[in-house]
Structure formats: structure tokens, C-alpha cells
């Protein structure tokens, strides 16, 4: 009974940290491939310019408070955005949750590896991926 607490107290830390995870790594692959600087300007809409306030960065949770849009000018957010800060966050929980505080190295290690196996994945993907304009 202790191991299944820990492991879901585990799991629950992991989760926000792995979708965070998953959101600095959308910002890396939007803005890597076209020059900017990953420390300036700060989040914004890249249509409008609105400097997103603490609110709308919650991953996952204010893509769905904003039902999917940008508050300032309506412009739709692509759907894949929340689905990989999502996946980010189970790859790094659902390993914890299933065998964590009896494998905890183990467990992070999994984790981890799925993690980045995504996130190469979809930057492979996206360097495929023909240039706009």
C-alpha cells in the first residue's frame, strides 16, 4: 500500500514537470529553426505580439481554458502543442507510477529516454518539414 502512495505522489510531481518540459521544448523547436533567442522576447503570439501573461503558460491547462485560441487576436493554436506537453508529462509520470519507489534510477531513466525519444522525434519531423513563406 506505501509503494502504491509513493509511486502516485511520484507520479503526480512528475506529471507538471514533464509537461513543463514538453512546453520549453515547443518554444526550442518554434524558435531554434528560425534564429530567435530562446530568452527574448519573452512568450508571445506570433501573430498579435501579445506577451502571454503567467496564466496562459500553464501547459496543457490554458491551451483548454482558451479553448485552443489566442486571447488577445482569437488566432487558433495548433492542437499538437497540448498533445506533446501531455505526452511529455506521461512519459516522465507513467514510468514512476508503475515501478518508481521499488526502481526509482530505473523509473527516471525510462522516463527520460522516452522523453527525449519524442521530442527528437518530432524535431526530425519538423526539420523535414518543408519552409513557410
Do not use: K
Not at 509511486?7 to 514538453?22: C, D, E, I, K, V
Not at 529553426?33 to 501573430?47: F, K, N, V
Amino acid at each position: 500500500m506505501l509503494d502504491i502512495l509513493c509511486n502516485l505522489l511520484g507520479a503526480a510531481f512528475l506529471l507538471p514537470l514533464g509537461m513543463a518540459l514538453g512546453s520549453f521544448f515547443e518554444v526550442v523547436l518554434d524558435r531554434v529553426p528560425r534564429g530567435e533567442s530562446l530568452l527574448w522576447p519573452p512568450s508571445h503570439c506570433r501573430t498579435c505580439n501579445h506577451r502571454l501573461t503567467v496564466d496562459e503558460l500553464v501547459p496543457v491547462i490554458s491551451y483548454l481554458a482558451q479553448h485552443g485560441r489566442c486571447r488577445a487576436c482569437d488566432t487558433p493554436i495548433g492542437r499538437g502543442v497540448p498533445i506533446r506537453e501531455a505526452l511529455s508529462g506521461l512519459a516522465l509520470a507513467l514510468p514512476w507510477a508503475l515501478v518508481g519507489c521499488a526502481h526509482p534510477l530505473g523509473s527516471l531513466v525510462a522516463g527520460l529516454v522516452v522523453l527525449l525519444a519524442i521530442w527528437i522525434a518530432q524535431g526530425v519531423r519538423q526539420a523535414r518539414r518543408p519552409a513557410a513563406g
